[in-house]
């Protein structure tokens, strides 16, 4: 055997051996291969941030980004409890970004909710049901965030203690169409008056104009929402509360609760953002926590954004009744609520009561 031949032999050997080390023998049939795990220390050219950002699950990437959220709310009670979430957002200290419009009617913001302009909404409850209807289940309710908050004010006497002293009666209100309608129709039929017939209603397009219009009479009869009322009381000589409609109501003990307003998103965003929907009701349960719970402070951010001045927002507050109900119990009572209206007239809340999907389980 030459010396030419050997030196062959000996390579090919060599690679035989080398290739049988670098294959891992096949599993018996039946069985599963655990894989090889790799140190750390082995992958090299990854960057600790790019290790980091694999371990997050998917969900966990995405809930990190945050989403700017636009919000829309009347100048009164519904915007009131938005306000520390908003001071807060301005801060850099939410979760979410929130962009704010306000307005004092809600026909100059429900096109917007409808066009997606806004994703969410403060409206009067039977509105929200009016609006699931049209938009054939393009909203969905969240949270009900404002019960009762109307009352009867009487200027220049002391005539009316109950409902039938309304009978006769000139009333100058706001929200034709909307629950404080509604809620009066109802409560005057269980007390055997039609508002139609045994009451004259002078419908204002705002609270305000309601207190410049009784302002100038020597007597008058008003229903009104807080804070107007408290702001009523300083600018009309002679004003009282004379009923408080939300007692009204549950003097009825009829199973269900007055409910002023709640909170509606656009289906489309519910079911795109449902963590960011989630954020945004912890994050406004705690700007009504505190609005509730620090009333001088909140006044001064309710005037800050321009819903009323602060001295009047510290007296009306504690009358504002803000809330931040979601979930089951959100759906109970507001369920009762409607129904109540749907029996007295089916168009108070769209003509239909809503389905299931109207109430976002949170």
């Known amino acids: 055997m030459n010396k030419r031949f050997v030196m062959i032999l000996s390579v090919l050997l060599a690679i ?46 995405e809930t990190a980004e945050p989403v700017t959220i636009r919000l829309g709310g009347l100048k009164g009670p519904t915007s009131i409890g938005l306000v520390k979430l908003l001071e807060d957002a301005k801060n850099g200290e939410t979760a979410n970004e929130y962009e704010f419009t306000m307005a004092a009617a809600a026909d100059e913001l429900t096109p917007k909710l409808l066009k997606g302009e806004l994703d969410i909404l403060a409206v009067p409850a039977n509105l929200a049901s009016i609006l699931y209807n049209r938009s054939e289940g393009g909203v969905k309710m969240i949270a009900v965030n404002t019960l009762g908050v109307i009352y009867i004010v009487e200027k220049g006497g002391e005539s009316i203690s109950s409902l039938e002293d309304l009978r006769g009666r000139t009333i100058y209100a706001t929200g034709k169409g909307t629950t404080p309608e509604y809620a009066l129709t109802y409560l005057l039929s269980q007390s055997g008056l039609d508002i139609e017939k ?54 009825l003990d009829n199973g269900s609760t007055f409910i002023t307003a709640g909170l509606v998103v656009r289906s489309d965003f519910a079911e795109e953002n449902p963590e960011a929907l989630r954020i945004f009701l912890e994050e406004y349960k705690a700007s009504t926590d505190f609005v509730n719970a620090n009333t001088a402070e909140a006044a001064v951010l309710v005037e800050q954004y321009d819903i009323v001045n602060a001295k009047i927002a510290e007296k009306a507050i504690p009358y504002c009744n803000i809330v931040c109900i979601p979930g089951e119990e959100m759906q109970t009572i507001l369920s009762g609520y409607l129904q109540v209206l749907y029996e007295q007239n089916p168009a108070s809340v769209g003509g239909a009561l809503p389905q299931e999907d109207f109430y976002w389980p949170g």
Do not use: H, N, Y
């Open 16 to 61: 035989v051996l080398l290739a049988a080390c670098g294959t891992t023998a096949a599993a018996p049939a039946g069985t599963v291969e655990e894989p090889e795990e790799t140190p750390v220390s082995a992958t090299a050219e990854t960057s600790p941030e790019e290790s980091a950002e694999a371990e997050l699950p998917e969900e966990a990437a």
């Open 198 to 251: 045994d009451v004259t209603m002078e419908w204002k397009s705002e609270p305000t104009e309601v207190v410049a219009t009784i302002s100038t009479m020597d007597k008058a009869v008003a229903m009104l929402p807080q804070p107007f009322v408290t702001v009523a009381g300083t600018k009309v000589d002679g004003l009282r509360t004379a009923l408080d409609l939300t007692q009204e109501w549950e003097d």
